[in-house]
């Protein structure tokens, strides 16, 4: 790759949100250059969910059927390999790979996500999108009507469990500690038969690889369930490079942007769940495609203007 031409895009990161901008990008006819380690948030889980037409697909399947459609556009290059850093040179962005690529670009998408890190509870690892999930959206279907933990504690825990009793009655909410709620809340647990174990987690047990068998708290206690959700995933920013170019983290550590993605800092523009927490795959390449979208507008003015001159 020749470190001297000038590409249009550079984006970091190629989960949904950054493949779907390089797809509108790439058919806007833009010279493109994805960058992406292949380290997508959901790669624990075997199957993704929700995707009209990708519903139920295998993480590699859904990779693949993105990648062989990329193929087609000659316009737009993946690389496989991390981005160490970038700077701004005037009104360009130079980025650096691990593997030597120096790529000078006019705009540059972060689609580069978050990373979970659980809590270090011993089996949670193991279980995490196995049979231990973050979203019923995502994975509720599967786990309907079995005998499930809750993992949660704070502030949100009473609308978490609200919303995973859509999907089953028999739930049992490990706080992992003292929680706090409403008499009122507690009253309307008690009513649903849902109980709350405050007492500390030692460990899940797991069979067959990833199967949540029973959650064992203090006194040894064993509390068989099948399954369950983690509310708090310790989600972090899985590539902080935007805050070194003057991009702000939000209070829950996302990228501030506006609704396009766009930053403060001009031709830098962030997406999926580096800027929402949790977008989904349809939610993060609704992102990509409108960030697609808004960049080739503007790098159309900008040339516009520059042919008028
Ligand atoms: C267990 C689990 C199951 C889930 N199941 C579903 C589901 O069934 N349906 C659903 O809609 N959502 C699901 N989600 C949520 C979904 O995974 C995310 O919302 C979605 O992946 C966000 O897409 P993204 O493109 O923003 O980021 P990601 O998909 O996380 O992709 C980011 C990419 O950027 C790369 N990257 C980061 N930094 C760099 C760097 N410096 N250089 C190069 N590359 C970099 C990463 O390696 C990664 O490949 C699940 C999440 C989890 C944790």
Known sequence: M?????WDVVIVGGGPAGLTAALVLGRARRKVAL???GQPRNQVAKQS??????DGMTQSAFYKVN???LEAYKNVS???SHVDHVQRDQYIFVTLTRSNEKIRSRKIIFASGLKDQLPPIPGLQEAYGKSIFPCPYCDGWELQEKPLAIFANGKHMYGYIQQIYQWSKDLIVFT?????MTDIEWAALEKRRIKVIEKPIKQLRI???GELASVIVEGDQSVPRTAGFIQDTGAIQACLLPTQLGVHLN???CYETNRHGQTTCKGLYIIGDAQAYFSGLLGAAADGYEAGVQINRELVLEEWDRCSN
């Open 2 to 6: 020749a470190s001297d031409s000038l």
């Open 35 to 37: 960058i992406d380690e």
């Open 49 to 54: 969910h929700g995707f009209l037409s990708r």
């Open 67 to 69: 990648h062989t459609q």
């Open 78 to 80: 993946c690389i496989r």
């Open 176 to 180: 992992n500690g003292p929680t706090c």
């Open 207 to 209: 069979k067959n690889g």
């Open 251 to 253: 209070e829950k550590g």
